[in-house]
C-alpha cells in the first residue's frame, strides 16, 4: 500500500490561487469518494478541511475547494493567505478497508 | 463538545513495552471508529490502522501489522495503541482520531510524543 503521490511544495504570493494534485489508484482514489484533505502545523492536530472529496466542513473558508477526476484529486485554496502556510495532506479509504495519506505538500505564502 | 485527548509524552529504551491512550468525550465514543496516525520526526503522516467499539473490528495498515496493537477500553471511552518491544524507529509523534460518518477524520487528539532512546 504506497503513500498517495503529491508534490512536495506548492508557493503563491498572496491573493493567488493553487492546486495540490494527489494521485493513487484504482485502489483507493479512483475507487472511493471518501477523499479528504488535511491542514498541518507540525506539533499540532491536523484540521480536517475538505471531506468526501469536495465537501467542506462547518468553519472552513469557502477558499478551500477541492475535486477529484480518476484517480487523482485537487485541492484548491483561492486569495492565498498568510494563515495558509502549512503541509497539507490527502487520505483516501482504500480497497484494504483501511486508509493511505499522501506524500504531504509544504505550502509557503511568498 | 467532541474532545480527544490523548496521554503525555513518553521516554523508552529500546525492548520495553509501551500502552498510550485516547480518551474521548462529548460525544457517543461506540457509535465510532478511531484511527491513529504516525509521524517520525521530519517525515509525513502514515495511517497506522482503526478500530470499532471494541468488537474486535480492526483494520491495520500492512505496514503495522504485527507491530503494533489496537484496542478499545469501551467502558471508559478510551482507545490504545500499544507495542510489545520498541525499537529506536518507533520514535514519533501519534496521533489519534475520529472517523466521521463517512471516510474522513473530523476530530484529532493533541499528539503523544513517543521517544525511545538507550
Known amino acids: 500500500q504506497s503513500a498517495l503521490t503529491q508534490p512536495a511544495s506548492v508557493s503563491g504570493s498572496p491573493g493567488q490561487s493553487i492546486t495540490i494534485s494527489c494521485t493513487g489508484t484504482s485502489s483507493d482514489v479512483g475507487g472511493y469518494n471518501y477523499v479528504s484533505w488535511y491542514q498541518h502545523h507540525p506539533g499540532k492536530a491536523p484540521k480536517l478541511m475538505i471531506y468526501d472529496v469536495s465537501n467542506r466542513p462547518s468553519g472552513v473558508s469557502n477558499r478551500f475547494s477541492a475535486s477529484k477526476s480518476g484517480n487523482t484529486a485537487s485541492l484548491t485554496i483561492s486569495g492565498l493567505q498568510a494563515e495558509d502556510e502549512a503541509d497539507y495532506y490527502c487520505t483516501s479509504y482504500t480497497s484494504s478497508s483501511t486508509y493511505v495519506f499522501g506524500t504531504g505538500t509544504k505550502v509557503t505564502v511568498l | 463538545e467532541v474532545q480527544l485527548v490523548q496521554s503525555g509524552a513518553e521516554v523508552k529504551k529500546p525492548g520495553e513495552s509501551l500502552k498510550i491512550s485516547c480518551k474521548g468525550s462529548g460525544y457517543s465514543f461506540t457509535s465510532y471508529w478511531i484511527g491513529w496516525v504516525r509521524q517520525m520526526p521530519g517525515k509525513g503522516l502514515e495511517w497506522m490502522g482503526i478500530?470499532?467499539?471494541?468488537?474486535?473490528?480492526?483494520k491495520y495498515s500492512p505496514s503495522f501489522q504485527g507491530q503494533v496493537t489496537i484496542s478499545v477500553d469501551k467502558s471508559i471511552s478510551t482507545a490504545y495503541l500499544q507495542w510489545s518491544s520498541l525499537k529506536a524507529s518507533d520514535t514519533a509523534m501519534y496521533y489519534c482520531?475520529?472517523?466521521?460518518?463517512?471516510?474522513?477524520?473530523?476530530?484529532w487528539g493533541q499528539g503523544t510524543l513517543v521517544t525511545v532512546s538507550s
Open positions: 478500530i470499532y467499539r471494541g468488537d474486535s473490528d480492526t
Open positions: 482520531a475520529r472517523r466521521g460518518n463517512g471516510g474522513y477524520f473530523d476530530y
